[in-house]
C-alpha cells in the first residue's frame, strides 16, 4: 500500500502557538499533497510540493519534503482557532489513471 | 461555479435497500472518484473514473456499482445496503490531462449514510 501516516493523530496547542504535523509514505512519488478537512465538510487542498523541493510556503503555511525518508512535514504558525480542523497528506500514484492516497489525519484543535 | 456537488447530504436506509449518490462536478474534469470516510481509517477509494466511459474499483470496492454517466457526472450505487457500509462518502474530481497530472482534487461536502 502506498498509504500516508500521519503523526500525530491528534495535536491540541493554544492560540498562537505553532503546529507541526508528519507525514510518511512508502513509495517514491512526483509529488504530495496536503488537505485539509472542517468537521461535517469536504477536504480543501492546502498545498502540493514537488519532489524536486524540499520546501514550500504558503501564507501561515510551510511544508518540508525529505524523500530520502519518504517523509513531509507541515507547520503552521501562529495558530488560529480557526485552524481546528484535521489534516489530510495525500500521495498521488498513477494505475489505469491518476490516482491519491489518504493518510488516517491529524486532528488540530486550536484552544483560544 | 458550484465545484462538485453530491446529493443527498443525509440518508438512512434499512438493511438490504438500495440507493445512489449522485455526483456532479461543473469544472470540465476528467477524472472522478468516490471514496468513503470513516473514523481513525482516513479516505479510502471506492472506485474511480479516469475519463468518460471508464471505471476502475479502488481499495474498497465490494457492494458497491458505479456509473460515470457523463463527463460531469458520476454516480454511486448501493444494491443492497449493509449496516458496514455506515459511512460518510466523498465525491472528488481531477483534471488530469494525458500521463500523469500533478494538479489537486476538488471534494464534495460529503453524503452521510446510515444503514440500520
Known amino acids: 500500500s502506498q498509504q500516508g501516516e500521519e503523526d500525530p493523530q491528534a495535536l491540541s496547542i493554544q492560540e498562537g502557538e505553532n503546529a507541526t504535523m508528519n507525514c510518511s509514505y512508502k513509495t517514491s512519488i512526483n509529488n504530495l499533497q496536503w488537505y485539509r478537512q472542517n468537521s461535517g465538510r469536504g477536504l480543501v487542498h492546502l498545498i502540493l510540493i514537488r519532489s524536486n523541493e524540499r520546501e514550500k510556503h504558503s501564507g501561515r503555511l510551510r511544508v518540508t519534503l525529505d524523500t530520502s525518508k519518504k517523509s513531509s512535514s507541515l507547520l503552521i504558525t501562529a495558530s488560529r482557532a480557526a485552524d481546528t480542523a484535521s489534516y489530510f497528506c495525500a500521495t498521488p500514484f498513477f494505475n489505469y489513471g491518476q490516482n491519491f492516497v489518504f493518510g488516517p489525519g491529524t486532528r488540530l484543535s486550536v484552544l483560544p | 461555479n458550484a465545484g462538485v456537488t453530491q446529493t443527498p447530504k443525509f440518508q438512512v436506509l434499512k438493511t438490504g435497500q438500495s440507493m445512489t449518490l449522485q455526483c456532479a462536478q461543473d469544472m470540465n474534469h476528467n477524472s472522478m472518484y468516490w471514496y468513503r470516510q470513516d473514523p481513525g481509517m482516513g479516505l479510502r477509494l471506492i472506485y474511480y473514473?479516469?475519463?468518460?466511459?471508464?471505471?476502475d474499483k479502488g481499495e474498497v470496492p465490494n457492494g458497491y456499482n458505479v456509473s460515470r454517466l457523463n463527463k460531469r457526472e458520476f454516480s454511486l450505487r448501493l444494491e443492497s445496503a449493509a449496516p458496514s457500509q455506515t459511512s460518510v462518502y466523498f465525491c472528488?474530481?481531477?483534471?488530469?490531462?494525458?500521463?500523469?497530472?500533478?494538479?489537486?482534487?476538488?471534494f464534495g461536502e460529503g453524503s452521510r449514510l446510515t444503514v440500520l
Open positions: 473514473s479516469a475519463s468518460e466511459g471508464t471505471t
Open positions: 472528488a474530481s481531477h483534471r488530469s490531462g494525458s500521463g500523469r497530472d500533478t494538479g489537486e482534487l476538488f
